[in-house]
Structures are given as C-alpha cells and as structure tokens.
Antibody, heavy 120, light 106 residues
Framework: QVQLVQSGSEVKKPGASVKVSCKAS????????MHWVRQAPGQGLEWMGR????????HYAQKFQGRVSMTRDTSTSTVYMELSSLRSEDTAVYYC?????????????WGQGTLVIVSS | DIQMTQSPSTLSASVGDRVTITCRAS??????LAWFQQKPGKAPKLLIY???TLESGVPSRFSGSGSGTEFTLTISSLQPEDFATYYC????????FGQGTKVEIK
C-alpha cells in the first residue's frame, strides 16, 4: 500500500534551518511529483513547492524562493524539504503529498505531517 | 499567481442539510480543481478532482461542479462525519489552496 512516512517533530531557534524527510513506499517513486504543503496552527493549507522525482526539476512558490530547498534520493525513495532562516511564523505542520506526473493531478496521498516549532 | 477564494469561511448546518461551498479562481483554471476534507490533526483527504470526479471510496453525497473560475462542492445530506474543514485547490498552474470552509454543527 502507498505510504508516505515523514520524519519527527522538530524544535528550532529563529535563524536556524530544518530539514524534513518523506519516505515513500508502495508505488513507483519516479512516476510522481512530490509537493510540500504547510499549515500554521489554526490556519489553512499553504503550498510551498514541488519536485519532479524523475527529472529532479523543481518549482518553489514565490513566497519561499531563496529559503527553501527540495531534494530527492531515488535510491531510498526519500524526499527532503529544507527551510532556512526560520522565524516564528514558520511554526507549522509540514506535509509531503504525492502527485502523479503524467497528467494534471491533485495530491492523492499525504504524509502524516511533521510539526516544526520555531521558538527562542 | 492564481488566487482561490472560498465562501463562506464558516458554515453552520444540521445533520441531513444540503450544504454548498463555493470556490472562485482569479483566472480560468479550466477543470483543474480539487476538493479536500480535513479533520483536526489529520492530513487532508482528496474528495473530488477535475472539478466533478469523485475519488474512489468517497460517498456519493459529495459532488462537485463548475469550470473556468467558479466551482461548487455540494454535500447532499450532511452526515455527522462530514463536520470538518473543506479546501479547494487549483492545479492548473502549480498549486494554490483556498482559505478553507469550516462546516460546524448548528
């Protein structure tokens, strides 16, 4: 069965970086894109960007340009999202979500979420 | 960037009610719209894609319609498990989510 298993919660100080992992299983990894979406406490869903797991091409939402990096390791079917220069407003649950790459599709499977707390 | 605007932000309803949520795109997204349901502490769940196609396993009381810039999600007869927050998402040009509609018990 399809599973996206994310790394555990993190507590970071302002100015630090965080790297969240998302390990995929149960399907052909390179047939999909991986999107990252975050949700601040009590707020809505915010799209951060996506990475093509075959070609490795990446697109980041303008808001996160220069601060976010998405990478993948095809040998372990794992995707990473690193966010730098953290501030308190980055406190949120971060989700990975897969999207089929062959045609326009929404995310159909999501990770369980990773809580990142930014606090001094 | 394409902006997505949902209305209402909150909706109070009773079990058995027919409920409609609207989502508007700032420019045409053809039919590339999805609807998600999210319950507290859980990841979003895909309900509908391509504006009106029901995801496998989703009850038929959920339906979607629209194209271009105006879309609706309808729950024909609200059930207790449907009290949740609903999000629309455009995937015509990368991705954008609406701000969400919380369906609460009246």
């Amino acid at each position: 069965q399809v599973q996206l298993v994310q790394s555990g919660s993190e507590v970071k100080k302002p100015g630090a970086s965080v790297k969240v992992s998302c390990k995929a299983s149960g399907y052909t990894f390179t047939d999909y894109l991986m999107h990252w979406v975050r949700q601040a406490p009590g707020q809505g869903l915010e799209w951060m960007g996506r990475i093509n797991l075959n070609a490795g091409s990446i697109h980041y939402a303008q808001k996160f340009q220069g601060r976010v990096s998405m990478t993948r390791d095809t040998s372990t079917s794992t995707v990473y999202m690193e966010l730098s220069s953290l501030r308190s407003e980055d406190t949120a649950v971060y989700y990975c979500a897969r999207v089929y790459s062959a045609y326009a599709s929404p995310p159909d499977y999501w990770g369980q979420g990773t809580l990142v707390i930014v606090s001094s | 960037d394409i902006q997505m605007t949902q209305s209402p932000s909150t909706l109070s309803a009773s079990v058995g009610d027919r409920v409609t949520i609207t989502c508007r795109a700032s420019q045409s997204i053809s039919m590339w719209l999805a609807w998600f349901q999210q319950k507290p502490g859980k990841a979003p769940k895909l309900l509908i894609y391509k504006a009106s196609t029901l995801e496998s396993g989703v009850p038929s009381r959920f339906s979607g319609s629209g194209s271009g810039t105006e879309f609706t999600l309808t729950i024909s007869s609200l059930q207790p498990e449907d009290f949740a927050t609903y999000y629309c998402q455009q995937y015509n040009n990368y991705s954008t989510f609406g701000q969400g509609t919380k369906v609460e018990i009246k």
